[in-house]
């Protein structure tokens, strides 16, 4: 008899585990219209926004505007030092004034030798016309038979040497005047213009420590935050401007849920103080961390108290499906998959383990394609501490 009892009740199915009915989400099936969308958490960042970097290395020794101040294009938000700039700014400023001493003292230089050969050349016409004046008597004389034709030949050859000597000497003139001086000037003047560049940018460099902002806007806050007396390298980001009225959102969408955004979409930025509407403006073509960046170009007035860098909520309309079963989205269920789900039965009494192949999912839900028939309730919940059982019971 005991075998018999201990056969029976070895072959008995488990008593169902009892649930507690009011720690579990449950939905009803629907058919008809289903809006699918997709949620992202994210914020709103301006749309026009200008870093300033640091120019030069330098310590920072004093900052004037904190973030969120409205500033100017030339309101001066910090200042650096550099003594080592400094230095170099009054070595450039002599080398500029040495090559311009330079120059001068060559100019004079060259002047006085022009004048030289300018003197020379005169002197050799004077000699060229008193030797032709001299010839011409001599001519007279050798036709009166005064002189012998040796004088008259002496005189003639006299001429032609002082013309080829004149002709000489005004060439030198002319290439000194037209080719030497302005060569020599021009290798002066090129050093003069390298000194000067070169003061110009070490000036640049010394009026990059008054750090401004460049245009006006809002001073927002920087990732890394400059403090006083902290050391900057070049290119270090100093401070950032934005344009407070200008503003869209940017969101992080699930990279499962953003392959179907598309340019354009609708989307509703909600900012905790209010809704605002807006289009899909941009798509991100990489993930970074398992999301896609989105933005979000916002239409109309922002709520109040929308600035940049508060954080949003975001949704993107998909498309509206018509005339589908759908129900709520049971917890990590995938579009497009097969998952088994509990569905109630005998009046909500008990939930019995179903097989269901999904469809299209939206934020909240999703569509049902086979498995389920409208009316049916299913337990969304997380149930997998009862994987191994086929039924519970709800209390």
Not at 104 to 110: D, G, R
Not at 111 to 137: F, K, P, S, Y
Not at 223 to 232: A, F, H, S, T, Y
Not at 366 to 389: F, K, P, R, T
């Amino acid at each position: 008899m005991v075998a018999l009892v201990t056969m029976s009740l070895s072959r008995l199915k488990p008593a169902a585990p009892s649930v507690d009915r009011r720690t579990l989400w449950i939905d009803t099936v629907k058919r008809g219209s289903m809006l699918r969308q997709v949620r992202g958490v994210g914020s709103l960042v301006s749309e026009d926004i200008l870093l300033v970097p640091a120019g030069v290395s330098g310590r920072v020794t004093q900052i004037f505007v904190e973030p969120g101040t409205a500033v100017e294009a030339d309101t001066v938000i910090l200042e650096l030092s550099n003594p080592e700039l400094d230095l170099e700014l009054l070595n450039a400023k002599s080398q500029l004034d040495s090559a311009q001493a330079k120059l001068a003292a060559q100019k004079v230089s060259l002047e006085d030798q022009l004048l030289g050969m300018d003197a020379t050349r005169a002197q050799r016409e004077a000699n060229h016309r008193e030797a032709t004046l001299r010839a011409e008597v001599d001519q007279k004389q050798f036709e009166d038979d005064l002189i012998s034709e040796l004088n008259l030949t002496l005189s003639v050859a006299r001429v032609e040497n002082l013309k080829k000597l004149l002709l000489i000497n005004e060439k030198r003139l002319s290439m000194f005047r037209d080719q030497t001086i302005p060569a020599q000037l021009s290798e002066l003047e090129a050093a003069i213009c390298q000194a000067e560049s070169l003061y110009k940018l070490k000036q640049s460099q010394v009026d990059s420590l008054h750090v401004c902002t460049g245009k006006p806007g809002v001073l927002a806050q920087v990732k890394d935050r400059i403090e006083p007396g902290q050391q900057v390298a070049p290119g270090t980001i100093l401070a950032k401007i934005t344009d407070p009225m200008r503003l869209k959102a940017r969101l992080k969408i699930p990279e499962v849920q953003a392959r179907d955004i598309r340019i354009e979409l609708k989307a509703e930025i909600d900012t905790y103080n209010g809704k605002i509407s807006g289009k899909v403006s941009r798509i991100d073509p990489t993930v970074m961390e398992g999301n896609v960046t989105v933005d979000i170009t916002l239409e109309g007035a922002l709520p109040d108290g929308a600035r940049p860098d508060l954080s949003v909520v975001g949704t993107v309309e998909i498309e509206r499906l018509e005339d589908v079963s759908f129900v709520g989205r049971p917890v990590f269920a995938s579009s497009e998959g097969t998952v088994e789900l509990f569905k109630l039965i005998e009046g909500g009494k008990y939930a019995i383990r179903s097989r269901v192949r999904l469809g299209r999912s939206s934020v909240s839900t999703i569509e049902v394609l086979e498995g389920l028939a409208v009316g049916e309730e299913i337990i969304l919940s997380d149930m997998s501490q009862w994987d191994e059982y086929e039924r519970i019971r709800l209390k």
